[in-house]
């Protein structure tokens, strides 16, 4: 079984194949994976991505899921669509700078219209 580490790791890669624009993305954030009276701390760096635990004096932004639905959402059949939904129904959380969530929300739209697009053609 794999670590929440390689867990997060390997969701990140995933979104990274996915949306390749965040490939390009140079951005330290905070992940807090909450469960019952429990929260796991870590610090992701991207382009990489590096995992550790706990928190970066460098981190530019927060990012807050509950530990059930991170686990849904690590699954590779999981697309931007999955991270969106959750967003929005309150299972992610963003706090912190920003112009870094104006840009990760720009990437994403983007990437859904071209996938609309490519549907369409």
């Known amino acids: 079984m794999a670590s929440t580490a390689q867990l997060i790791e390997s969701a990140v890669i995933h979104l990274q194949e996915e949306v390749p624009a965040l490939k390009k993305l ?27 635990k706990g928190r970066g004096e460098d981190e530019r932004c927060r990012v807050e899921i509950d530990r059930a ?3 849904q959402l690590a699954d590779e059949k999981s697309t931007v669509g999955s991270y969106r939904k959750a967003a929005e129904t309150g299972h992610i959380r963003f706090e912190g700078d920003p112009n870094v969530r104006k840009l990760i929300v720009r990437v994403f739209e983007t990437h859904e219209q071209r ?4 549907k369409v053609h």
């Open 115 to 118: 996938a609309k697009l490519k």
């Open 26 to 52: 140079k951005l330290v954030f905070g992940l807090d994976l909450r469960a019952k009276g429990d929260t796991q701390t870590y610090r992701v760096e991207v382009p990489g991505p590096k995992v550790s």
């Open 69 to 71: 639905q991170f686990n």
